[in-house]
C-alpha cells in the first residue's frame, strides 16, 4: 500500500539427515498453539524475529528442550540462508551442499567439523551468517 517494494519471500528447503527439526508436542502441547507458532516461524523473514518467538515460547511455555532448540536453531538457519540468496541445502553425513535460487548447481561445498548434530548444526550457522 506505501508503494514499498517487497522482497521476495525465499523458501529454504532445508535436508539435514543428521536431525529433524521439530517443536515437541509435549513443550506446546496445545495443537492450536503449535499450529500458531510453527506458521510463524515458518513466515519468519529475519533473525530477530525467529529470536522474538523463541522468547515469546520461554516466556509461555518455559526453558526450550533440547528438540525446540534444535527447531530454534533451524529456523534461524533457514532465515540466513534466504537472506543470503539461498534455497536449498543438503547435508548428508559430513557433506554440507548449498544451492543459490534458481540455479540448479551447488553453488558452495563444506565439510562440516562437527560429528554430533548439536555441533553440525553450530557449523551450519557459522557457515550460514558467513554467506
Avoid: C, W
Wanted: charged fraction near 30%.
Amino acid at each position: 500500500l506505501k508503494g514499498e517494494k517487497l522482497k521476495p519471500v525465499v523458501d529454504v528447503q532445508l535436508n539435514l539427515d543428521f536431525v529433524t527439526p521439530r517443536l515437541p508436542d509435549d513443550y506446546v502441547e496445545e495443537d492450536v498453539h503449535r499450529l500458531s507458532l510453527l506458521k510463524r516461524f515458518a513466515e519468519a523473514q529475519d533473525v530477530r524475529i525467529v529470536k522474538a518467538l523463541a522468547e515469546e515460547m520461554r516466556d509461555r511455555f518455559g526453558p526450550l528442550p533440547p528438540d525446540a532448540e534444535t527447531f530454534v536453531r533451524a529456523a534461524t538457519l533457514r532465515v540466513l540462508l534466504a537472506t543470503a540468496g539461498y534455497d536449498h541445502l543438503d547435508v548428508t553425513g559430513q557433506r554440507a551442499v548449498f544451492y543459490r535460487v534458481g540455479d540448479p548447481r551447488p553453488s558452495k561445498v563444506h565439510d562440516l567439523r562437527g560429528t554430533t548434530p548439536a555441533a553440525k548444526l553450530r557449523d551450519l550457522l557459522r557457515l550460514a551468517k558467513s554467506l
